[in-house]
T-cell receptor, first 110, second 112 residues
Framework: GIQVEQSPPDLILQEGANSTLRCNFS?????LQWFHQNPWGQLINLFY???GTKQNGRLSATTVATERYSLLYISSSQTTDSGVYFC????????????FGTGTRLQVFP | KAGVTQTPRYLIKTRGQQVTLSCSPI?????VSWYQQTPGQGLQFLFE???????NKGNFPGRFSGRQFSNSRSEMNVSTLELGDSALYLC???????????FGPGTRLTVL
């Protein structure tokens, strides 16, 4: 089945720093979403981005579907950005609704 | 508009018992999906329901089942609980014309 890999697995930043999270996937997908899971387990949808670039405040994302990767950029990080970031893909050739990556755990310190 | 709600939020059961979890989607959303999150396996797709019909199913044993009602509310049931079923169970809903998934807060199940 399709493989979804995220890097880095862990990231420690000081407040104000910028970061780039990467998501690689091994097969064709219909869509890709980025989520932030807060310490209480709630998954918050950040972007629905099957291709192209989107921006929302300090966050932006780019998906290059032909090269099978997506990037999430976090600028001027804040302590509230801490948590786990997941990318999830809907495979073209599989009936699973969403396949999640392994996540990037981000810790932002003041 | 209210978000996705899940009940109960926490549950403790013993091996061999069965459990039913409930999910109410965002008003107007007809698709509900269920996921299991464990430290070892991560987030895994269980099944998706749309208009009371199971549309997709993940690779889980038959002990895991679900259903959807005419008001789009969904339940999932796990029978003959095993220790490995301890997990955070998340449901998500999406609306017509979009595949964006909106997740509920989850039900944390502990099997003793």
């Amino acid at each position: 089945g399709i493989q979804v890999e995220q890097s880095p697995p862990d990231l420690i930043l000081q407040e104000g720093a910028n970061s780039t999270l990467r998501c690689n996937f091994s097969d064709s997908v219909n869509n890709l979403q980025w989520f932030h899971q807060n310490p209480w387990g709630q998954l918050i949808n950040l972007f629905y981005i099957p291709s192209g670039t989107k921006q929302n405040g300090r966050l932006s994302a780019t998906t290059v579907a032909t090269e099978r990767y997506s990037l999430l950029y976090i600028s001027s990080s804040q302590t509230t950005d801490s948590g786990v970031y997941f990318c999830a893909v809907e495979p073209t050739y599989n009936t699973d609704k969403l396949i999640f990556g392994t996540g990037t755990r981000l810790q932002v310190f003041p | 508009k209210a978000g996705v709600t899940q009940t109960p939020r926490y549950l403790i059961k013993t091996r061999g018992q069965q459990v039913t979890l409930s999910c109410s989607p965002i008003s107007g959303h007809r698709s509900v999906s269920w996921y299991q999150q464990t430290p070892g396996q991560g987030l895994q797709f269980l099944f998706e329901y749309f208009s009371e019909t199971q549309r997709n199913k993940g690779n889980f044993p038959g002990r895991f089942s679900g259903r959807q009602f005419s008001n789009s509310r969904s339940e999932m049931n796990v029978s003959t609980l095993e220790l490995g079923d301890s997990a955070l169970y998340l449901c998500a809903s999406s609306g017509q014309g979009t595949d964006t998934q909106y997740f509920g807060p989850g039900t944390r199940l502990t099997v003793l």
